[in-house]
């Protein structure tokens, strides 16, 4: 089938980028979106002459479509996706499609959560071993549109469950998954099992010259093994077990990673991130560091002097010994269980937002072991306040970020953390989770 005429539905960042990459490529092409289209995003567009519509999907265009490139914050199951599948149109995403213009090494990583920390993390590496790599996917900028303008020898690409949901021909010579806990079910008809296929979507078209990674310590993943054959190299990084032949575990407080009989031996405490999941995160960028050879004393070096990215446990400021934390990009209960786990104090929690079909029951031995009060942020609160009532001092509802920090605040003492990880995505209030965690550091601030 002739593939000429794209149609891109959504003209965000993956959209605009696809667009572009696709006009460089001859194509025809055509961007749909039912929501008025960002002026940056416009501009884009309107340099490259590429035609698009906004505030409406027409039909007509685009059911001419040889195919169809999906933003992945587009669910499969609107009438105008269903309308395009039931036409028999493909509908890929922008992975798949700009995949297919690159012949860059491409490292990939999914999970439920620590996929922005371990693919950061993975390219800081790569970068100060002195690799031409490339960043994006969930995270940075549009792949399509760094293919379409650079050159880049390796990709990381950080892939949500949406993002695989489209991909079919695209393959990862180096996959990694770090987790897989309940996210995103409403996007999955509820059905975990549906979630889960999504995930191990990562290793779809893997041979045996390529590499899977991934942790022998989640049980989902153990049980998925058991029935799924993978053709890729099996790499897995653990905490729990001991002397893995090949892989990355922990014994006598020292982070071993042993690819090859060439082991990479550090302390824990040299690591520059610090919790649980974050050894976790470790493990796998650094497996993968060792895949591509790059030598020990390199990985080391990066592994120490790594920053944590915006939004992900970030220390905001410390007033009157009461210390603020930013942990909005936790739009699931898993981050939040781990952004706990990971605190040594009692904690003021600022938890709430949209709910994805949360269980907060995985929340409540946590939740009474650290948080002394919770302050819910949300239009609709009721969930976690039915959750986790009488487990804490003190429960409130606020529907105000400013609102939110000043309980939180007024409840606090000296030595307490007042954390922000909501465990809800933040539609409801914010255009995102950076608009959420700008708008918690800002007001922090002012305090």
């Known amino acids: ?146 293919v379409a303008d650079r050159k880049y020898d390796y990709y990381v690409l950080e892939i949500s469950s949406f993002q695989l949901d489209g991909m079919f021909d695209f393959k990862a010579d180096i996959a990694i998954l770090l987790n897989i806990t309940p996210d995103h079910l409403d996007r999955y008809e509820y059905n975990f099992q549906k979630y889960v296929d999504s995930k191990f979507r990562i290793i779809r078209n893997q041979t045996k010259e390529d590499v899977f990674i991934y942790c022998l310590d989640d049980q989902v993943i153990k049980k998925e093994l058991e029935k799924r054959e993978v053709k890729a190299r099996k790499l897995p990084f653990t905490i729990k077990e001991k002397l893995i032949k090949d892989g990355a575990y922990i014994t006598d407080n020292k982070f071993i990673v042993n690819i090859n009989s ?51 446990l970030e220390f905001v400021v410390n007033i009157q010994g009461i210390e603020f934390i930013n942990d909005s990009k936790a739009t699931n209960i898993n981050s939040t269980w781990y952004a706990l786990e990971s605190i040594n104090k009692k904690v003021i929690l600022i938890a709430g937002g949209i709910d994805k079909g949360n269980d907060y029951t995985i929340l409540q031995d946590m939740i009474k ?28 509802k606020t529907q105000s970020m400013e609102d939110a920090v000043k309980y939180a605040f007024s409840l606090g003492k000296k030595n307490d953390v007042v954390l922000l990880s909501p465990a809800c995505a933040s539609f409801d209030l914010f255009e995102n989770y950076m608009d959420r965690g700008n708008q918690f550091k800002k007001i922090v601030k002012d305090l």
């Open 1 to 146: 089938m002739s593939k000429n005429n794209i149609v891109i539905i959504g003209a965000g960042e993956s959209g605009t980028g696809s667009a572009v990459l696709a006009r460089k490529k001859g194509y025809d092409v055509f961007v749909s979106d039912i929501a008025e289209i960002n002026d940056k995003y416009k501009k884009v567009l309107l340099q490259y002459d590429i035609r698009y519509e906004e505030g409406k999907h027409t039909k007509e265009i685009l059911l001419k479509a040889d195919e169809v490139i999906k933003s992945p914050g587009i669910h499969d199951y609107i009438p105008v996706i269903q309308m395009i599948k039931d036409k028999g149109i493909p509908v890929i995403s922008e992975i798949e499609f700009a995949g297919r213009f690159t012949m860059a090494k491409m490292i990939c990583i999914t999970g439920s959560n620590g996929k922005t920390t371990t693919a950061l993390l993975t390219h800081h590496i790569l970068k100060n071993a002195g690799l031409n790599a490339g960043l994006a996917g969930n995270v940075g900028y549009s792949f399509a549109m760094q």
């Open 262 to 312: 060439n082991k990479l031996i550090m302390t824990l405490e040299k690591l520059a991130l610090q919790g649980k999941h974050n050894i976790y995160n470790s493990m796998a960028a650094a497996i993968a560091a060792r895949v591509l050879e790059i030598r020990n004393e390199n990985i080391k070096q990066s592994l120490s002097d790594f920053q944590n990215i915006e939004h992900r």
């Open 369 to 396: 072991k650290k948080v002394k009060a919770i302050v819910c942020l949300g239009v609709d609160t009721s969930k976690i306040y039915s959750a986790f009532s009488g487990m804490v001092e003190t429960i409130v």
